[in-house]
């Protein structure tokens, strides 16, 4: 029976999309699956892990083939469509309930297929709030200049993901590894009606990052009890959240330190990456010693080498130093695009500001080392 002819081209991207979201190793055979669902003139693409799922729906009403539904395995499906010619016309026929042949030109391949009865499909909420709405722009750049502070591994489980907080006309994406605390703040353009909240795991942060577009192009996101949805053009893509308590950001973000040092982004960011050649390998420190109209950027190692750079800035305060672990700098400078950054600080031992002069949303928290 025909279950679907296209060419290589139309089945090749919605896969790439949805399979991104399949493990390399299952604990469940059927995970490794893609789910195609074909009604109504639509063909669905479904693939999860049993904590995230991805879901693409491309407009098949012109594409011969009956309804049906069936899962295969999505690298094998995916290997094969990248092998065969751009442009190629396939038939996909279904041989029984378990087998799924592929035909194209003079090649075919067979490919087990496990029933569609079995596959773990998440639920996505169906609440009668009104969703969050923001361009897949205005999400992706909130990923952007928060994804690196969050933790990679850490037994306080609600680090290792990305809180998403909105109440009225705003919403608040927050990453912390209890090192540094980055913080973007985007306005909604309709209210809430109440507060919500909700920790995305680090791994379904990746894959959102992923799929988004630098586009205009709408996303509505929904925060359920255990769930999170966001949902754009023809995609689903749906996360459990992380059941814990995110820390107060609002309370460690400083609001009175009395120094703010300006810097040019890229000079800044440059002159640390050469001086963090020669940072101890481990905990790479750099030390930044403020003097009249100057800053001093310093490192050294166990070798006895020493790495100095200075830039010239307006600071006219008492001499201060502090320190740094090189690389939390160079992660939100590599994040941020804006010309010039502020650094306000309090002194040697209070954790540092890292602000952009064109964006009041944004704000980066890093605490000193001990030199």
């Known amino acids: 029976m025909l279950f679907l002819e296209s060419t290589r081209d139309q089945l090749l991207q919605p896969l790439l999309a949805a399979s991104g979201v399949v493990e390399k190793r299952q604990t469940m055979p059927i995970l490794a699956n893609v789910l195609l669902e074909r009604d109504a003139g639509r063909?669905?693409?479904t693939a999860t892990d049993g904590e995230m799922q991805l879901a693409v729906r491309i407009d098949a009403s012109e594409l011969p083939g009956e309804e049906g539904r069936l899962t295969v395995n999505a690298k094998k499906l995916l290997d094969i469509?990248?092998?065969?010619?751009?442009?190629?016309?396939?038939r996909l026929e279904r041989d029984g309930d378990s087998r799924l042949v592929l035909r194209c030109g003079r090649s075919r391949f067979t490919l087990q297929a496990l029933p569609a009865e079995e596959f773990p499909r998440l639920v996505a909420p169906q609440g009668e709030d009104a969703p969050m709405r923001l361009t897949q722009r205005e999400l992706?750049?909130?990923?952007a200049l928060t994804s690196y502070a969050m933790a990679q591994q850490d037994i306080r489980y609600y680090l290792v993901g990305m809180l998403f907080a909105a109440e009225g006309d705003r919403l608040d994406v927050v990453t912390t590894d209890s090192h540094r605390l980055a913080h973007c703040a985007q306005p909604l353009s309709e209210p809430l009606s109440g507060a919500r909240e909700a920790i995305v795991p680090r791994k379904a942060v990746g894959e959102l990052q992923r799929l988004l577009a630098d586009s205009d192009e709408t996303v509505e996101v929904r925060i359920a009890d255990k769930q999170i949805v966001f949902r754009f053009?023809?995609?689903?893509f749906l996360s459990?959240?992380?059941d814990g308590r995110f820390p107060d950001f609002r309370r460690v973000i400083p609001k009175d330190h009395p120094i703010r040092v300006s810097f040019v982004r890229t000079e800044l960011q440059q002159s640390l990456q050469r001086v963090a050649i020669l940072a101890s390998d481990k905990i790479r420190p750099v030390k930044l010693s403020f003097s009249p109209g100057l800053v001093r950027l310093s490192s050294h190692n166990a070798e006895q080498e020493e790495a100095v750079e200075e830039i010239e800035v307006a600071?006219?305060?008492?001499?201060?130093?502090?320190?740094f672990n090189v690389g939390y700098l160079l992660d939100v400078l590599g994040a941020l695009t804006n010309e010039v950054v502020h650094l306000s600080l309090k002194d040697g031992n209070a954790a540092t500001l890292i602000t952009v002069p064109e964006d009041e949303g944004f704000e980066y928290v890093v605490m000193p080392m001990r030199l």
């Open 43 to 45: 063909l669905g693409l």
């Open 81 to 90: 469509l990248r092998s065969l010619p751009e442009g190629a016309v396939i």
């Open 140 to 143: 992706r750049r909130l990923i």
């Open 233 to 236: 053009k023809d995609t689903e």
């Open 240 to 242: 459990k959240i992380i």
């Open 315 to 323: 600071y006219d305060g008492q001499p201060l130093e502090i320190g």
